[in-house]
């Protein structure tokens, strides 16, 4: 079997900075951190073969026993697996041994994914659905298009928000990164170019690559969106899709303006690109709804539309939907032959109650949120006064701005005590954003401030050696 292979520079991108040349541990230790790191968020892929130690050592510029080392340290935990000319694979332990940790309470605490445990509506929903099931038993269960009452109320949200929509207009898929990989299977080929936001949703980035295709990124600008910069990748690249988050961007937490929308809106139909729209984040706003959906702006404009259920209402439902006109959904449902045969009945009859209902519970997770996200931003204040970001105004994170260039070694102490941190370059493509956390606060405020004080520590020990670094230069 021929296995994927990590290029050398490449993987240098990837890594960032991982170096911490006035740190007292040892840098092999630090590159096996950084590397395991990688393993740990996905951004090195499961059975590809890293660089030879050469190769790596050169590329790094270390001895080749540095590498030997790293590499050393990582087969015995279990992530890499070694073989006499054939190189290094990665892998993943089979059971990840628990981390030795100065606070028990914090032992495998992870700080780098944005969702929420269910409520109690998601049982009743459940309960529901159970007692629906009957009258559907007589039919075979395979439905590629969805139950059709469950896209009446999708299409009937559409509608309210100023999109009108017919149940005709939606297809349920499982989960909105399922959509995107049916969308990206069905309108690109190897080679072609997504242009997307710089930073954006990594598993979109993860979506983009499995289909052969190149991102291109545009950067996000101190507020809102660059449209110019967008007209110029279109105009450059001439890319088949493009991916955009306009709903309480993730990792960023911005949310489009009118303006904005009409003028992107604008840009699809002049240009015929198409843009696929993550809708994921929709729900979750503090003070008000944003605005409409982006393809209410323009009908000629190439729009599908992406929801989910997973961040509304609990990631475990994994269900979605594609909002897209009738042609395009006949396509998508033929093209969803090859990948699977329709989206469970149970979790769309659960799905059908959670949105006939939820003005009930929808107000009250909003308004835990927005109490939570103060919380964090509070403590933040407290234990990393260093730390620079933008209150959200929907969404479950923080984009944190650090000091320096220290997130991905930041990371690598924190994996030390069992909390796992999101870095920014899983948000970037090519290992950009090393200066930046994403941060949910969707931690109780108690699991929190551990974690912060647990980290606060690691923080001091790092930042202090930054700033002894810099004065160093400086003299």
Same mark, same amino acid.
């Given at each position: 079997?021929?296995?994927?292979?990590?290029?050398?520079?490449?993987?240098?991108?990837?890594?960032?900075?991982?170096?911490?040349?006035?740190?007292?541990?040892?840098?092999?230790?630090?590159?096996?951190?950084?590397?395991?790191?990688?393993?740990?968020?996905?951004?090195?892929?499961?059975?590809?073969?890293?660089?030879? =130690?050469? =190769?790596?050592?050169?590329?790094?510029?270390?001895?080749?026993?540095?590498?030997?080392?790293?590499?050393?340290?990582?087969?015995?935990?279990?992530?890499?697996?070694?073989?006499?000319?054939?190189?290094?694979?990665?892998?993943?332990?089979?059971?990840?041994?628990?981390?030795?940790?100065?606070?028990?309470?914090?032992?495998?605490?992870?700080?780098?994914?944005?969702?929420?445990?269910?409520?109690?509506?998601?049982?009743?929903?459940?309960?529901?659905?159970?007692?629906?099931?009957?009258?559907?038993?007589?039919?075979?269960?395979?439905?590629?298009?969805?139950?059709?009452?469950?896209?009446?109320?999708?299409?009937?949200?559409?509608?309210?928000?100023?999109?009108?929509?017919?149940?005709?207009?939606?297809?349920?898929?499982?989960?909105?990164?399922?959509?995107?990989?049916?969308?990206?299977?069905?309108?690109?080929?190897?080679?072609?170019?997504?242009?997307?936001?710089?930073?954006?949703?990594?598993?979109?980035?993860?979506?983009?690559?499995?289909?052969?295709?190149?991102?291109?990124?545009?950067?996000?600008?101190?507020?809102?969106?660059?449209?110019?910069?967008?007209?110029?990748?279109?105009?450059?690249?001439?890319?088949?899709?493009?991916?955009?988050?306009?709903?309480?961007?993730?990792?960023?937490?911005?949310?489009?303006?009118?303006?904005?929308?009409?003028?992107?809106?604008?840009?699809?139909?002049?240009?015929?690109?198409?843009?696929?729209?993550?809708?994921?984040?929709?729900?979750?706003?503090?003070?008000?709804?944003?605005?409409?959906?982006?393809?209410?702006?323009?009908?000629?404009?190439?729009?599908?539309?992406?929801?989910?259920?997973?961040?509304?209402?609990?990631?475990?439902?994994?269900?979605?939907?594609?909002?897209?006109?009738?042609?395009?959904?006949?396509?998508?449902?033929?093209?969803?032959?090859?990948?699977?045969?329709?989206?469970?009945?149970?979790?769309?009859?659960?799905?059908?109650?959670?949105?006939?209902?939820?003005?009930?519970?929808?107000?009250?997770?909003?308004?835990?949120?927005?109490?939570?996200?103060?919380?964090?931003?509070?403590?933040?204040? =407290?234990?990393?006064?260093?730390?620079?970001?933008?209150?959200?105004?929907?969404?479950?994170?923080?984009?944190?701005?650090?000091?320096?260039?220290?997130?991905?070694?930041?990371?690598?102490?924190?994996?030390?005590?069992?909390?796992?941190?999101?870095?920014?370059?899983?948000?970037?493509?090519?290992?950009?954003?090393?200066?930046?956390?994403?941060?949910?606060?969707?931690?109780?405020?108690?699991?929190?401030?551990?974690?912060?004080?647990?980290?606060?520590?690691?923080?001091?020990?790092?930042?202090?050696?930054?700033?002894?670094?810099?004065?160093?230069?400086?003299?």
């Amino acid at each position: 079997m021929s296995l994927r292979r990590s290029g050398s520079q490449s993987l240098v991108s990837l890594l960032g900075h991982w170096q911490e040349s006035t740190s007292r541990t040892p840098l092999w230790r630090q590159l096996a951190g950084a590397l395991r790191l990688l393993i740990l968020d996905g951004r090195l892929a499961l059975d590809s073969r890293l660089p030879g =130690e050469r =190769e790596l050592a050169t590329a790094l510029n270390v001895s080749r026993t540095t590498v030997a080392s790293a590499l050393a340290q990582l087969r015995d935990e279990g992530y890499v697996v070694s073989r006499h000319g054939s190189g290094s694979r990665v892998i993943l332990p089979a059971q990840r041994a628990q981390v030795p940790t100065r606070m028990n309470a914090v032992q495998a605490l992870d700080l780098s994914t944005a969702a929420l445990s269910a409520g109690p509506e998601i049982h009743q929903a459940y309960s529901h659905a159970l007692s629906s099931m009957p009258q559907h038993l007589t039919s075979t269960g395979y439905d590629q298009q969805g139950l059709p009452a469950l896209r009446e109320a999708i299409a009937r949200r559409y509608t309210a928000r100023g999109l009108r929509t017919s149940a005709d207009e939606i297809m349920v898929v499982n989960g909105a990164v399922s959509g995107l990989a049916l969308i990206l299977r069905l309108l690109t080929g190897p080679g072609d170019r997504v242009v997307v936001e710089n930073p954006t949703y990594p598993l979109a980035i993860a979506a983009i690559q499995g289909a052969s295709c190149r991102p291109v990124g545009v950067s996000l600008p101190d507020e809102g969106w660059d449209v110019n910069g967008l007209a110029a990748a279109f105009a450059q690249t001439s890319p088949r899709l493009a991916y955009l988050m306009p709903d309480f961007h993730n990792p960023t937490g911005r949310c489009m303006d009118t303006p904005t929308r009409q003028r992107i809106a604008d840009l699809a139909a002049n240009t015929r690109t198409t843009l696929a729209i993550d809708e994921t984040m929709v729900d979750l706003w503090y003070n008000a709804p944003p605005p409409p959906p982006l393809a209410a702006f323009n009908p000629d404009a190439p729009i599908i539309t992406l929801g989910s259920t997973g961040k509304s209402f609990w990631g475990g439902l994994r269900l979605g939907w594609i909002r897209a006109s009738t042609r395009t959904l006949a396509s998508l449902v033929q093209a969803r032959d090859t990948m699977d045969l329709g989206s469970p009945l149970l979790e769309q009859l659960a799905t059908l109650w959670l949105l006939n209902n939820a003005e009930s519970f929808l107000p009250g997770r909003r308004s835990m949120l927005a109490a939570r996200r103060d919380m964090c931003s509070a403590l933040m204040s =407290e234990y990393f006064p260093q730390w620079r970001y933008i209150q959200p105004d929907g969404g479950l994170s923080f984009w944190v701005e650090l000091p320096d260039m220290v997130a991905t070694q930041f990371a690598a102490r924190a994996e030390s005590v069992g909390i796992h941190l999101g870095t920014g370059t899983r948000f970037g493509l090519a290992g950009a954003f090393d200066r930046w956390l994403r941060l949910p606060f969707t931690l109780d405020d108690e699991a929190l401030r551990v974690a912060f004080k647990t980290l606060q520590p690691l923080w001091n020990s790092l930042n202090g050696q930054q700033n002894t670094l810099r004065t160093r230069k400086i003299i």
